[in-house]
Each structure stands twice: as C-alpha cells, then as structure tokens.
C-alpha cells in the first residue's frame, strides 16, 4: 500500500504546533457573523465571529466560539437578545470594522434595533435574533448556544467567507443532487 497522505507531524510528547495548528484551522472556510444588541445605556456594542456553527433545528439552536480576552463579550452575554448578522459577499469592511480595538465600531453602518434590544445589520445575507442558552469553557474560548427566536434571510445574497486569513465570496458549481 502506498502512501497517500504526507506524514502527519506534531511536537515532542503528542503536543500540538500551535502555528501549525492555525494553519489547518485557516484550511476550513467559514462564514462571518456579527453579533450585536444595545447594552444597558442602549449604546450599540457588538463582535465579529468567523466561528460559527448551525446546532439544531429543534430547538432552533446556532453556536458561535468568543475568546476568553474578548472585552465586549462581557458586554453582550447578560443580554436579553442578540441580533446575529451573517455578513454577506462585500461586507468585509464591516467585519474589520467590528473586529477593530479602537474607534467607533458602528460608525456610518445601517443598523436596524429590535423591540428587545438586538442589533441587526443592514446588507446582511441572512439575519437571527437570538437569546444565550448556555455557554461552556473550551480552552481559550467559551463555547455558546444560542436559542434562535426569529430569523430572516435576504433572497441572492452570498455570504461573507473567511478562507486562509482572507475574505472570499463564494461562486456556485451548481445544485446540489
């Protein structure tokens, strides 16, 4: 039998490269959310997330991972509702916007609020307002199910992909069979 795959390496004793490691996790593209809702002085404050995941249809449940040195997460997790935005193709600005440590993050963007404090994101490719169900320490991130109470998508729009430390669109092969 030949080999068909490169010899998988590692460090000294089974531990991970962790540069090596962010490399394979850059091989899988994934898509780019906003995560907003007004905070108690009802002043926006919101995050981008790349690592986003759909969980279960019942109950409607999406996840999304925050790291542990995030100081706006402390500012949305006590929320009664967050508005998740997944981004759509050409919204990269806005996710570098969000992502920023300094300046207003939601300057000159089309906001739209709910009635229970959500933000939502004008452009987006589709759009869920959310309440946190739980959340769980993993490693340097806490893990977080979201409850999902209203949803919305916007009919031809693609969404926002983060790929390799860039941003893509995607480009149809056609139906699924």
């Known amino acids: 039998m030949s080999e068909l795959i490169p010899t998988i390496t590692g460090g000294a004793g089974g531990t991970v490269d962790t540069a090596g490691l962010r490399q394979v996790f850059g091989r ?27 969980v279960s249809l019942d109950p409607p449940l999406v996840g999304l991972c925050v790291q542990h040195t995030s100081t706006t997460w402390p500012r949305l997790r006590d929320r009664a509702r967050l508005g998740l935005s997944v981004l759509g193709d050409g919204q990269d600005r806005i996710c570098r916007q969000l992502a920023s440590k300094q300046g207003d993050r939601f300057a000159g963007l089309d906001l739209h609020r709910t009635a229970d404090g959500a933000v939502l994101l004008g452009g987006a490719s589709a759009w869920l307002d959310c309440s946190v ?20 998508t916007h009919p031809g729009r693609g969404p926002l992909v983060f790929h390799e430390s860039g941003f893509h669109a995607l480009a149809s092969l056609g139906a699924a069979s």
């Not at 899988?28 to 690592?51: I, K, M, Q, Y």
Request: a negative charge; one cysteine or more.
């Open 28 to 54: 899988f593209p994934s898509g780019v959310t906003a995560v907003c809702a007004l905070d108690d002085d009802r002043v926006p404050v919101g995050l981008a997330a790349s690592s986003f995941v759909a």
């Open 133 to 152: 169900e739980s959340a769980v320490t993993a490693g340097d991130h806490d893990l977080v199910l979201l409850r999902v109470h209203r949803q919305c």
